[in-house]
Antibody, heavy 123, light 110 residues
Framework: QVQLQVSGPGLVKPLETLSLTCTVS????????WTWIRQPPGKGLEWIGY???????NYSPSLKSRITMSLDTSKNQISLKLSSVMAADTAVYYC?????????????????WGQGTLVTVSS | SYELTQPPSVSVSPGQTARITCSGD??????AYWYQQKSGQAPVLVIY???KRPSGIPERFSGSSSGTMATLTISGAQVEDEADYYC?????????????FGGGTKLAVL
């Protein structure tokens, strides 16, 4: 059974870079998309972007200038970096395995999800 | 930027039918997905590709899509169905599709 574990600092200072890692156990990162999603406290879900196991990426237009996603296949890990953070970036951050269709495009099917980690941006 | 619009809240009595709508310009050509999120938990997929139900999801959950609106229907809603529901879909930008969640609908069953 595939499980995802999100790890990283729970507190980041304004203007610094938020770095999170999603570690996949019980399966390989190959053949899947991996999506990052966040949820500010008390608010709705926001799609951040995804990375394919080949390394190709697609980011939310509103965050594109500040996001970097990468893979470490040897460690079965997916990483998210968000630069120049501000209070509005305070959220629970999730990673999720994402299924693709027969043409290799991502579907909106996320399973499983990581447990989510709260990152607070504050000085 | 692309948007999906949901009503903020829907309220039904136990056993009644709850309908949650999701409006988006690209929905005539793009699938809608529906997620249920209970308090403090990660979301769970309840409907994929407009109307398909993943294994393990009760039959009372169904989905449909017509024109620019997708609808999640819970027939005979139960107290345990109280949750936030989010639709999820993409726009028609072929090279760099923009995926978005709707704003979410809080379902009250009381």
């Amino acid at each position: 059974q595939v499980q995802l574990q999100v790890s990283g600092p729970g507190l980041v200072k304004p203007l610094e870079t938020l770095s999170l890692t999603c570690t996949v156990s019980g399966g390989s990162i190959s053949s899947y998309y991996w999506t990052w999603i966040r949820q500010p406290p008390g608010k709705g879900l926001e799609w951040i972007g995804y990375i394919y196991y080949t390394g190709s990426t697609n980011y939310s237009p509103s965050l594109k200038s500040r996001i970097t996603m990468s893979l470490d296949t040897s460690k079965n890990q997916i990483s998210l970096k968000l630069s120049s953070v501000m209070a509005a970036d305070t959220a629970v951050y999730y990673c999720a395995r994402t299924y693709s269709d027969s043409s290799g495009y991502p579907r909106g099917w996320f399973d499983p999800w990581g447990q989510g980690t709260l990152v607070t941006v504050s000085s | 930027s692309y948007e999906l619009t949901q009503p903020p809240s829907v309220s039904v009595s136990p056993g009644q039918t709850a309908r949650i709508t999701c409006s988006g310009d690209a929905l005539p050509k793009k699938y809608a997905y529906w997620y249920q999120q209970k308090s403090g938990q990660a979301p769970v997929l309840v409907i994929y590709e407009d109307s398909k139900r993943p294994s393990g999801i009760p039959e009372r959950f169904s989905g449909s899509s017509s024109g620019t609106m997708a609808t999640l229907t819970i027939s005979g809603a139960q107290v345990e169905d109280e949750a936030d529901y989010y639709c999820y879909s993409t726009d028609n930008n072929g090279n760099h599709p923009n995926w978005v969640f709707g704003g979410g609908t809080k379902l009250a069953v009381l």
